[in-house]
């Protein structure tokens, strides 16, 4: 079992930044892939961005490519969702999710490949 604690989120203007963060504890972190999803009100749930175990590979969704970047600290069992030029679009409730991958992939873009789930943290966009 792996426990993901996201947090971060919050109200921010228009062009403004947010770092989310995602804690995890259980199993060995550095062997999961870990992503970031979101779902905004009456929308289905929508990948944002993933990175690999070893930190060498990254995928972001082309909506926030350039804008989003993900990293993560194995040291400390988190993965980061660095946001900047936020826009009313991005509003919406953010998840961590860690994908156990076997070895199959570097990371997915795929909500059904991810074994484990955040609760979730609210990002808030005013204009």
């Known amino acids: 079992q792996v426990q993901l604690v996201e947090s971060g989120g919050g109200l921010v203007q228009a062009g403004g930044s947010l770092r989310l963060s995602c804690a995890a504890s259980?199993?060995?972190?550095?062997?999961?892939?870990m992503g970031w999803f979101r779902q905004a009100p009456g929308k289905e749930r929508e990948f944002v961005a993933a990175i690999s175990w070893s930190r060498g590979s990254t995928q972001y969704a082309d909506s926030v490519k350039g804008r989003f970047t993900i990293s993560r600290d194995n040291a400390k069992n988190t993965v980061y969702l660095q946001m900047n030029s936020l826009n009313t679009e991005d509003t919406a409730v953010y998840y961590c999710?860690?994908?156990?991958?076997?070895?199959?992939?570097?990371?997915?873009?795929?909500?059904?490949?991810?074994?484990?789930w955040g609760q979730g943290t609210q990002v808030t966009v005013s204009s």
């Open positions: 999710a860690a994908d156990r991958t076997y070895g199959s992939r570097l990371y997915s873009s795929q909500a059904f490949d991810y074994d484990y």
């Open positions: 259980g199993r060995t972190f550095s062997n999961y892939a």
